[in-house]
């Protein structure tokens, strides 16, 4: 079973730019999508962005134009570029991956805390 494990969360001010990363242990090759959600305190669970085995991006209209997935195959790694980030980023953001073969699978990783304020 593949694990994944988020870092680079931290507190950053408005304005400012950080970027997550989410390393697998196994091959992200593997999976058909990969995505970062995030969870704020008091609200449901967001999807952030996804990211394909092709490379297709697709983002919240909320962070369109500030974020930024990509994935690097050679390191199992995906990555989260937030730039421009506002109070209302603040949240604990998850790595996820999805994949159909062998089997159908979602695989989670523990989550990086983001706080954005000044």
């Known amino acids: 079973q593949v694990q994944l494990v988020e870092s680079g969360g931290g507190l950053v001010q408005p304005g400012g730019s950080l970027r997550i990363s989410c390393a697998a242990s196994?091959?992200?090759?593997?999976?058909?999508?990969m995505d970062w959600y995030r969870r704020a305190l008091g609200k449901e669970r967001e999807l952030v962005a996804t990211i394909t085995s092709s490379g297709t991006t697709n983002y919240a209209d909320s962070v369109k134009g500030r974020f930024s997935i990509s994935r690097d195959n050679a390191k199992n790694t995906v990555y989260l570029q937030m730039n421009s980030l506002k109070p209302e980023d603040t949240a604990v953001y998850f790595c996820?991956?999805?994949?159909?073969?062998?089997?159908?699978?979602?695989?989670w990783g523990q989550g990086t805390q983001v706080t954005v304020s000044s």
């Open positions: 196994g091959t992200i090759s593997s999976f058909n999508s």
């Open positions: 996820h991956a999805f994949g159909v073969y062998p089997e159908r699978r979602h695989v």
